[in-house]
Each structure stands twice: as structure tokens, then as C-alpha cells.
């Protein structure tokens, strides 16, 4: 059949068809409000700032998850990009004065937060552009507690950011690993706010246009399918980067993968276990009334750049 | 006068700073460190030349024509029968009655172009707690995105229901091939077939896992799907003169992925899988390799001024220019290109080594074409 014949076969079926029942278009059941907070322009030491390699694309590759949110339905809530990106944004203020998460990462119900990231011991760190308070790096789960989301508002939380969901780091000895940074110790078990689901990466991750559309197709497979599944069938990629020249397709072992990682947890294994196997953007279920239970979601072996094969 | 000791002074910093938000009691970070020596031009151009192969030469036009000779197969748009996808029972069931989006018979935008955006046919409902499966394709197929979702009803599944996926990878890697060449539209031409890997070689499958860890500390996870990626790969005729390496197939701008259990496919993605022109680039505009070197150094340093770059990967493969509209639908020149991917992070790192590094670590990749772009085959899309 010819493009065009399948093409007007194909508007025939729609139009007509058996198979047709309705017309419908997706509407989605509660809006929520998301906010993405992205550096692509770093700030050298020598200028006064926190370091760091520029990655311009960053910002936009990330704004297609945004975007896309807003085709269904949600708010775009605050699209903070470069500027004066400080851990301000991100820190608890019990953990010191001045930490606004309260109004900006955890005033959300979606937030994605792209930095260079980086493993610091038991956790994530993430690169500001400028210093707050003598702080540079965000530290994020573990033994930190610059950062505790979900006390306030916050349900779904995405790194765009390396080292973000280390195998290492998931379950460390003596804390909660990644889940530190999605709570409060002082006001979750007071308020019961939780965060639902976090998403990251693996070891190093990759910045190019091609990857924009697996933010947009996050988002939008994050209301047909569960948020864990559409993070990491969207965001992985196998033989992707390093590759010598002779071996695009990694039939000699030189490629190395892209490895996305999803954590849920709960008050009971069913919670934690529906949260990475069920909950989606349109199907957002009540806080967890605590962490004691919680699901990884990964590829075991994947092999990225910067760290061993996902092994937790 | 008020004298104030200095406990006193400190209560009142100390209370003073909780009101107007001035940090406390922290400790700091230690300060940046000094920036790295940033990467001079003659170390990057240093880099390229070492990574890319003589393949690539000061005179480019004949590795150009081998690669617009590269085999293609039908377009997607010739292969997909959509109404024949839906009824097939790995995707809706022949009873089925799924519902379309109104937009799907909105092929064009309001300026008249064609709608890069895709139809969608669902069963069931995508919000809620139900079963749900949702079809996708671009509506104009010359884009080359199709998509297959499925999900259980919520509650369908207990933890304790979870099973390893009993599939071998390479019953996945064909279970994958059938179905994105039989359900959507991809031409088996352009997928690499296992028997011809290398020997050693392994196929691009991984066991999707999860896990967790109890109260007693134990951990237990349960491989439960498998994942197969699918790159485009087109046949051509390539050896590297210096080395003797063929490359028996090359990378072209597309991807697929299909995630399966042994209760069949769940997800399956067609990506930028483009209807592709070879008819549109003239070899005799091939770049030289010291043209080529310089253009990747000059987009290496604009990334990364930064830090010192550990090492490059290389792909020679094709690319997409900008669609072109035609009377059937829509086609992509097809440019021959060089993928270059940078990291300024060694491929691996023990703990110890990853604490030192500090957060400065994302890699970037960008492609570049082989031939100087003329109006009729466009810039290349943004990679």
C-alpha cells in the first residue's frame, strides 16, 4: 500500500470504523502544580560562583517535561532558570534560616531539579550557581539534611541530574538513603506530608536535543502508565555514550548506558509497592503517614558513565 | 548606656537571625575549589584527532557517497497498518473497541503545516484506576513515532504476585523484533539480527528490576521484565583504511524499545524513526577532517570551558535534516554525520574516587554533519 492509501485507509478507520466508538480527548482528573529549576549556565569559582562546566541545553531539555505538563492540564507553577540559584530554593528551614523550600521546590507537587550532581559519601550533591550561606553544593538524602521535600506540599521529586539515585545510596547504612530527601524529620511525622516518588539517575547522565523528547514523553506516559515505569523506559538509554568509533552498537564492550532509577515508599509494603508500580500524574494517591517501606525500580547491570554496573 | 555581655550579644544574633533569615549554627561547606584548568583548543583539537579514525579524511566525499548508499528499508509510513495493529491481540484485540482522539483527524496545523503531533487511540480510561492501553502514532509517519502503553487495573497486583520474568534474552530480543516491525512499522532491514553479533557479543537486553528492603534489612528484588533496545542500524560498506575495522552497519537517527514480561509487552516505543532522502546531499560537499576537527573543537570548548575532558566517544552514522513537506507526507534529508559524546568523568569510578571528583559531571553529545548544509538539505535537526 502506498503512503497516501494507507494514509486514507487510516482516516477512513477513524472515521468510520467498526472499531470506532467515540471521539475523546484527554482531559486530566487533578491539576497539579509543577515547577522545574534548571542551571545550564555555571558560574566559575573565579567569578564568585560555585563552579562548574556550562551545559546551555539543559535548561530546554528539561522544559520539555514542563511543557508537556501543561498539555495536561497542570500549572506550570515556576520555570527558574539560572539567575540566582542557590540552595535557598531547596533547603529546609529547619535545618537553617533563610531555606525557602517551603516556597519554592516543595511549593509544588512536581518539581525536576537539573544540576551537575555528584556522589558525596552516602548521598547526592548537586552544584548551585552561587553560595548560600558558605553552601555550594545542595546535599540531598543520606546523612544531609540540607534538603527535606515533601513536608510541605510536594508528592513527585526528579533529578535531571547525575549520581541523583546511586545504587550505594539507596540503602546505606544508619539512614533512609535517597528517601532522607523526601521528608522531614521535624514536621513529616507531625503534619504527615510525605513525598510519593522520587526519580534519578545512576551514575553520570548525558545532555543533548535528542533527549528532550524523553522529557516530554515522561510526562506524558507518566499519566497513562506508572511515574517509576515512565521514568525509566523514557530515560534509559543502553550503548548510548563513549563508544569508539568501531563499535557504535557496543558489540566490543566499549558503550556505556544512561541509567534511570525510581524510588517509592510508604507506611505498609503495599503503599510503597502501588506508589512504584501504580501512581501516576492522574492517579495521585494520599501522603504516606510514614517511610518505613519503600521499592527501588532499575536496570540491573546498566553501566554508566562515572560508576559500576546498577547493582543496589 | 546598655551593656551587653556576649552571651547576651549572641542571643540576640542567634534570635535575631531566625527573624530575618539569616542562617545559623551549620557548619559551611568548605569553599569552592579553584576552578580546573579549562581545556585549551590545541589539547581539544588533540582529543578529536585521536578519536576520530582515518575513515574520516581531508577528503570526505567518497566515505559521504558510502553512506547515502546505506540500505534503507520501506518508511514507516509504508509498513504501519494501524487498523490492523489495534485489532491484533498484542495491542487492543480484535473486538476491541478503542476511541480516538478528536485531533487525530486534524493532519495540519493552523499555519498549514504538517502536525509534527500524534493520534492517539485509547481503551479504557487514561485517568482513573482502571486497565488502560493507549496506541500512538504520528500523523504524519514520515516523523517516525509510534508508541504502545498498557497498564493493569490498580490493586491487579500484590508484591507477593511478583514473578522473574522467565524469558531469555534472546526470546525477548526477538519477541522486541516482532513486534515493532509487525505492529509498528519498523523494517526489519534496518534492525540488526543476533546472528550477527560478533562472537561475545551481547544482545541489547537488560532485566528491568524491583526491589526493596524489608525491616529486618534484608534485600529482595525480582527481575520482573526484560528490556530490549532496538537502534536504527543501516547496512553499509565501511573500512577503516589504517586499521583494517569494518563497520558492517552504521547508527541512523531512530530508536526503539520494547518492555516485556512473560504476560507479553507492556511498553513499546518507535522514536524519530524519520522517513529519510539520501537524494538531497552532495557528496562533493563533504567537509575535510581538519574542517570537521575544528567545528567539534570549537562546539567542545563552547560546552565545556570548564574542565578537562576525560575522553570522547565516536559514532559515524546519519542523521536528519529538516522535514520537508511532500504529497504523500513528510521526508527528512538524510545527512551523513559524526556523533561525538564528552565526558569529563572517567567510564568508571570507585567510591572512594567518586567523593573526590565533587559534582561537575554531566556529559553532553552533539552530532555534526559530514557535508556542508545547502538550503535543500537544511539544517540538521537539533540532536
Redesign the interface.
Known sequence: ????G??N???S???T?V???????????VAMEVKVFAIGD?V???SG??????????PDMVDAWYDHMAVHGHTKDGQYTDGSMTIQRFCDPD?????LDHQYADEADATMIA???????DHW???MRY???????LDGGGNAHDMHLGDYDLEFLHFS???SA?D?NL?PAGNRGVREAMWDPVDSPVNGRFAHVVTGNHG???????Y??DYE?FAH?A????IA?SW???S???????????D?????GT??DICPVAVSQGQS??R???G???ERY??VYSDPSNN???????????DP????GFN? | MINLSLPRIAQIVFFSSLVIGVPVAVAEDPPPPDDPRPPSRDEVIALVERALPSLISEDNSGLVKSLLAARLGKPVSENLNVVGSLRDARVFGPRSRPSFDEECSRGFTESGDPSPDPCYARLGEQAGKGAYREFSWSKHLGHGDVKFLRRDADGTVEPSDLKPVSLSDEAAYQTAMAFVVELMGVPPEELISPDELPDGASLPVRSLAIGSVNEKGEKSSVEAYKMVQLPRALKVDLVDPASGRALPRVPATGEAFVLMNDAGVWQAGVRRWRALSPEQVDPAQAKTRSELVNEIADAILTNESYSPIDFLGVKIGLMAGDPTPTQDGIVYPMLPAVEISAAVVPKDLSEEEQNRLGPNTAGFTQEFPLVALTEVSSAPETD
Open positions: 500500500m502506498t503512503r497516501k494507507n494514509r485507509a487510516l482516516l478507520a477513524i472515521g470504523s472499531v470506532l466508538t467515540t471521539l475523546t480527548a484527554a482531559v486530566p482528573s555555571f566559575p569559582s573565579s560562583g560555585c563552579g562548574g562546566g556550562d551545559r546551555g541545553h539543559w535545618w537553617i534560616g533563610g531555606c544540576t551537575h550532581g555528584g556522589d558525596n559519601g550533591v548537586g552544584t553560595s548560600y550561606a558558605g553552601h555550594c553544593g541530574s547525575c549520581y546511586d550505594d540503602n553520570v547522565m548525558y545532555i543533548r536535543g535528542k528532550d523528547d514523553d506516559d499519566h497513562s502508565v506508572g515505569y525509566v523506559t523514557n534509559y538509554h543502553s550503548n548510548a555514550e563513549g563508544c569508539e568509533w568501531y557504535p552498537f557496543n558489540w566490543f558503550c556505556q509494603d503495599a510503597a509497592f502501588n512504584i508500580h501504580y492522574n492517579n518505613n517501606y519503600w521499592y527501588w525500580m532499575g536496570y540491573l547491570g546498566c558513565v562515572g560508576e559500576f543496589p
